[in-house]
């Protein structure tokens, strides 16, 4: 009896801001909105290099949500006070990528979140997700020290997972982190449309529409 061929893809890793949730230049500009400042001031003090460090810092768990409140609030010229929150109000879960991440763990694929993380206190980003329950694997870059793009937190989802490189899936709105993964064997793909992401996920793996 001839041996059933192994499918391609035995593993999907998810970046959570951006593919989890709505899409961060949408997020961005509501907040923009909301706070009544300039569209492109956001992204223009994430492009500093101070901003750079300030998000470097909170991803690695170096600093804290108060920390960075206050040097990214100045570095803005924003009000500190729950600035994290504030800036994160419309990061809505992404439904239609959540549903298919469900599908996949059901039809036996393992799956993890690898996300750069902004912390949890005082206000809690992944609240409401369930993601312990619906991942198989959970990686916060702050809980390890290091962060994408740095093979060694790609490495460490891979042994979680137990999934060979070549056989998995990493979803990330970066193209930075994209690259780093498609260095060690990972198949890529890009995610700025949570719907488009859904069906091409859902095609790659072999899963019905539902």
């Known amino acids: 009896m001839a041996k059933t061929a192994e499918p391609k893809y035995g593993g999907l890793i998810f970046d959570f801001f951006g593919v989890l949730t709505f899409n961060m230049v ?6 923009e909105d909301r706070e009544k400042i300039a569209r492109g001031t956001f992204l223009r003090g994430w492009a500093d290099p101070r901003g750079q460090e300030l998000f470097r810092q909170l991803e690695l768990g170096a600093i ?9 609030g100045a570095l803005i010229d924003v009000a500190p006070e729950n600035l994290l929150a504030r800036y994160l109000h419309d990061a809505f879960p992404a ?3 959540l ?4 599908q996949a763990r059901a039809a036996g694929i393992k799956t993890a979140v690898l996300s750069n993380s902004l912390g949890r206190e005082p206000y809690d980003p992944y609240a409401g997700f369930d993601l312990h329950n619906t991942f198989d694997e959970v990686v916060f870059s702050a809980d390890h020290g290091v962060r994408k793009p740095d093979p060694v937190i790609f490495h460490l989802v891979l042994d979680k997972l137990g999934v060979p490189a070549g056989r998995c899936l990493f979803i990330d709105d970066s193209e930075g982190n994209l690259a780093a993964a498609y260095r060690l064997g990972i198949t890529p793909l890009l995610a700025l449309d949570e719907e488009v992401v859904a069906s091409r996920l859902r095609e790659m793996l072999g899963l019905p529409d539902l």
């Open 26 to 31: 949408e997020v961005i500009s509501s907040f």
């Open 95 to 97: 439904y239609h990528v």
């Open 99 to 102: 549903k298919v991440a469900r």
């Open 64 to 72: 804290s949500q108060s920390d960075w409140n206050e040097g990214f």
